[in-house]
């Protein structure tokens, strides 16, 4: 699948502080679970998955099953340009980041990948 995002897209999926927090978190951490959005963000399994959806939906996020748990990364064709504007906005933000990033590290640590 050919990932297809303009800038219209991407700035109303950004425009949600659950989605911009988790895909700056999929930004910094590369690759996370359902519940390690969960934990980072302090929010029910139908919250994040919901939000999830939409940002696969705009073809930002691809996801991966292995078994019973879900992965999600950035949309490994993300235009360039994109790619350019989430990470300034995570180096840029870091004071934004830095609570959701503690407890997001702080669990994908004490489950050493495997999910909750």
Known sequence: ??????????????????????????QQHGELCVCDLMAALEESQPKISRHLAQL??????????????????????????AVQV??????ANHDFVAPYTKRC???TAANSSSCC
Do not use: I
């Not at 996020?61 to 999600?72: A, D, F, I, M, T």
């Open 1 to 26: 699948m050919v990932c297809v995002v303009n800038p219209l897209t991407l700035f109303k999926c950004l425009n949600d502080e659950t989605r911009l927090v988790m895909v700056l978190l999929l």
């Open 56 to 81: 696969r939906t705009a073809q930002l996020l691809s996801s991966e099953k292995r078994g019973q748990w879900v992965y999600y990364r950035l949309h490994p064709q993300l235009p360039e340009w």
């Open 86 to 91: 989430l990470e300034t906005t995570l180096t």
């Open 105 to 107: 590290s702080a669990l």
